[in-house]
């Protein structure tokens, strides 16, 4: 079946634009994560997304980023007022829920590149 | 919380040679581990997990890792290596007492694999 799919793949933005990243995940899984993969920090995590509970949002760098989920599927993250800083591969990732499930399945990433 | 190191940032070896990629994690609750693949300008993929069990654990294209519980270590291991398998590597950890959690991942290992 279909996999997690982004867009854009690529985006250039200039410093202190908005820019809005999207992701959608395989059918019926109800965990969505959102992970940036930068230069020298690696893999870090974000934000996520279970179910309808309140999202986690400790990983969020700065309260520039923000994620909705709607519905239960779609889920955009928008990062306001761009710095370079914010130029990396954003990830998402979703899974089935429930104990033992625990493989999560990734997008192929958002390039954000702030000029 | 959970943290995870990988002791090589940049292993070379020559092809149809032995490898080992190199993990350990630190948790004060017990852990899922796992190890993603991500091919050049491509999505992470699930080379393999260890959730309980069997402490050796086999994946896909011939890869395995063990986990060992006392030297809070899971050692990607393949015994012949193939040009194709030139990518970067990712072991990860989740807490496993909570349900769906974020993966912590470590900064990775880029294997080159030359003819």
């Known amino acids: 079946g279909a996999g997690v799919s982004q867009s854009p793949s690529n985006k250039v933005t200039e410093k202190g634009k908005d820019v809005e990243l999207r992701c959608d995940p395989i059918s019926g899984h109800t965990a969505l994560y959102w992970y940036r993969q930068s230069l020298g920090q690696g893999l870090e995590f974000l934000i996520y997304?279970?179910?309808?509970?309140?999202?986690?949002k400790s990983g969020l760098p700065s309260d520039r980023f923000s994620a909705e989920r709607t519905g239960g599927s779609v889920s955009t993250l928008t990062i306001q007022r761009t710095q370079q800083e914010d130029s990396a591969v954003y990830l998402c990732a979703s899974s089935l829920a429930g104990t033992g499930a625990h493989e999560q399945y990734f997008g192929p990433g958002t390039r954000l590149t702030v000029t | 919380a959970q943290s995870v190191t990988q002791l090589d940032s940049q292993v070379p070896v020559f092809e149809e040679a032995p490898v080992e990629l190199r993990c350990n994690y630190s948790?004060?609750?017990?852990?899922?581990l796992f190890w993603y693949v991500q091919y050049p300008n491509q999505g992470l993929q699930l080379l393999l997990k260890y959730l309980s069990g069997s402490t050796l654990v086999k994946g896909i294209n011939g890869f395995e890792a063990e986990f060992n519980k006392s030297q809070t270590s899971f050692h990607l291991r393949k015994p012949s290596v193939h040009i194709s398998d030139t990518a970067e590597y990712f072991c990860?950890?989740?807490?496993?007492?909570?349900?769906?959690?974020?993966?912590?991942f470590g900064k990775g290992t880029r294997l080159s694999v030359i003819a």
């Open positions: 997304f279970q179910g309808n509970s309140a999202p986690d």
């Open positions: 990860a950890v989740s807490a496993s007492n909570s349900g769906n959690t974020p993966l912590v």
């Open positions: 948790s004060s609750v017990s852990v899922y």
